[in-house]
């Protein structure tokens, strides 16, 4: 054999062996993150009015008809604290004005936004929104109000499967809860057992899922969770309950958030009633900075949250480095940042 | 002969490289997962995951089935996109509570406060909101935030905050009788804030 054609095989074997190292290092993360999926805003509201709401989805569903926004998207639409009124009516405060809207205005907002996302996207027949009802841990949290929540939801549901004829909103609109359970909004014993039974009397009287997008304040690395919550309140409320999905906080510039997350799927993975978490994606807060000033630490844009965690769980953490088991690995759907809707 | 052995060595040491280099690399691509390798299921489908328990799989089996039942003619869209009723009629925004609200929300940065609860009244079109809780840096450290928003507008006019004069505590309100507030730090101090005056005044 020529020497020739003995050096041009070695050429060719060192180009393949190089090509899929080079491969399997871009699949195993070592390389770069696949790029982000669009992102989406989620909103922190005080309007109920359905001209507002119809308008607010109708503009996104333009967006999505544009392609400035995902096919496959999520929203969250916040609207604060659940609480009972003084005719004995649920409802949620709002954040900012400390409005009570009652349950029925509530389903009435979303079933708005859903009408408007549909009518947005036009000629459009498969995009898909999931416009999820939100509320937090810093009010009344109860089983009742997890039921409460999760009937609203069933309510939207059937609202949007309601109409129009032939391809009702249902074929591109679901709605879902969603709960910003914060160890910092409700401290103390029973805090964790009360956002426990809220988590449970959602999945035991409702039909649909709800997502966490909550935080995780404390949390491993950095330390023990704040206050007397542990981890396993916090993977109960995130994935422990039947109907249950992180869709969790990554605000922190320096990725801590994301390797909280991380630790807490990990845990799960040894120790959690369901394993490793399936996560829905991320959520930022960057268009609330901009509006009420942050910490400059923690002013994230949604393709920076949702890299620092899929970096977090399928590569290795920007914070410590820490490499992720192959158990908790997740492609994360989707990416959202939350902002004031006044 | 030595320097065509020590060739000889170089070539099998890179072909050792190189054989490693593949098989790490197959290994890799083999334990990677990334968006849409469908181990796992989703709410809404087609990322990838770790799989999902039973129970939460009937839940999407159940939502999938609900979906599955309900008409799917796409060109009946066109129709209803051509015949929109377009929003609805506008309606009026349902007013702020007045009095005491006993939830730690506020709408201010993350990190900044631990807000314990709020007092608020909508005098005029002002709405007057006082935020009691600490600085969380430093828990020690009572403070008030009072921000003032126009309404119905729901703008913001005015935020500023106000920290306790001796280091006491988280702050709850407890009364506003008037202009003045009484509030009530975590080690049972109590404090007034002069709401017309925006400084604690003497108990």
């Not at chain 1, 393949?16 to 982000?36: E, F, I, N, Q, R």
């Not at chain 1, 899922?209 to 704040?226: A, L, R, T």
């Not at chain 1, 965690?309 to 914070?319: G, S």
Request: aromatic share 10%; glycine share 10%.
């Amino acid at each position: 054999m020529c020497k020739a054609t003995r050096r041009g095989r070695l050429r060719r074997f060192a180009a393949v062996a190089a090509a899929t190292a080079l491969a399997g290092l871009w699949a195993h993360g070592a390389l770069a993150a696949p790029s982000p999926p669009k992102w989406t805003p989620s909103r922190y509201m005080d309007p109920v009015s359905t001209t507002t709401l119809y308008n607010l989805g109708y503009d996104l569903g333009v967006a999505v008809y544009n392609h400035n926004r995902p096919q496959d998207a999520v929203v969250v639409l916040d609207y604060g604290a659940q609480s009972v009124n003084s005719s004995g009516q649920w409802g949620a405060i709002s954040i900012h004005s400390g409005a009570f809207h009652t349950m029925a205005q509530l389903r009435a907002a979303v079933e708005a936004f859903g009408r408007g996302y549909y009518y947005g996207t036009g000629s459009d027949t498969t995009a898909q929104l999931t416009v999820e009802l939100g509320t937090n841990n810093s009010g009344r949290v109860s089983g009742t109000g997890g039921q409460v929540w999760a009937n609203a939801v069933d309510a939207i549901n059937s609202y949007f499967a309601s109409g129009p004829s032939g391809f009702p909103y249902s074929r591109q609109v679901t709605a879902a809860g969603a709960n910003d359970f914060e160890p910092g909004f409700c401290k103390y014993n029973p805090c964790p057992d009360q956002a426990r039974t809220w988590a449970n009397y959602f999945s035991a009287y409702g039909n649909w899922w709800y997502d966490n997008y909550g935080s995780c304040d404390g949390c491993p690395p950095v330390g023990s969770v704040n206050y007397d919550w542990t981890v396993s309140d916090i993977y109960y409320v995130s994935y422990g309950a039947d109907a249950a999905f992180p869709l969790p906080e990554i605000y922190a510039n320096n990725g801590v958030n994301a390797a909280e997350w991380e630790r807490i799927s990990e845990w799960g993975l040894s120790n959690g009633r369901y394993g490793a978490m399936n996560f829905d994606g991320s959520m930022t807060q960057s268009g609330a900075c901009g509006q009420v000033g942050c910490n400059s630490e923690l002013d994230n844009g949604p393709d920076q949250g949702w890299t620092q965690l899929w970096n977090a769980l399928n590569y290795r953490a920007d914070y410590d480095g820490h490499v992720p088991p192959t158990g908790v690995h997740d492609g994360l759907e989707w990416s959202t940042d939350i902002r004031y809707t006044y | 002969m030595r320097t065509h052995m020590r060739k000889q060595s170089r070539r099998r040491l890179l072909a050792g490289l190189l054989v490693a280099a593949l098989a790490a690399g197959i290994a890799a691509i083999a334990s990677a997962q990334g968006p849409g390798d469908g181990s796992g299921g989703h709410p809404a489908g087609g990322v990838a995951g770790p799989p999902l328990p039973p129970q939460k799989q009937a839940i999407l089996d159940r939502i999938a089935q609900f979906k599955a039942a309900l008409p799917n003619d796409p060109a009946a869209k066109a129709a209803a996109v051509a015949n929109n009723p377009g929003p609805p009629a506008a309606t009026a925004e349902t007013p702020p509570l007045n009095g005491i609200l006993d939830t730690s929300q506020a709408p201010f940065a993350p990190g900044r406060y631990l807000i314990e609860n709020r007092w608020q009244e909508l005098r005029g079109a002002t709405l007057h909101q006082l935020y009691a809780g600490a600085d969380a840096s430093d828990p020690s450290q009572g403070l008030v935030v009072e921000q003032l928003i126009l309404w119905p507008d729901d703008r913001d006019l005015t935020v500023a905050e106000f920290r306790t004069p001796v280091k006491a505590g988280a702050l709850k309100v407890t009364s506003v009788e008037g202009h003045l507030a009484t509030l009530t730090s975590a080690n049972g101090i109590q404090f007034v804030f002069d709401l017309a005056a925006n400084r604690f005044v003497s108990p």
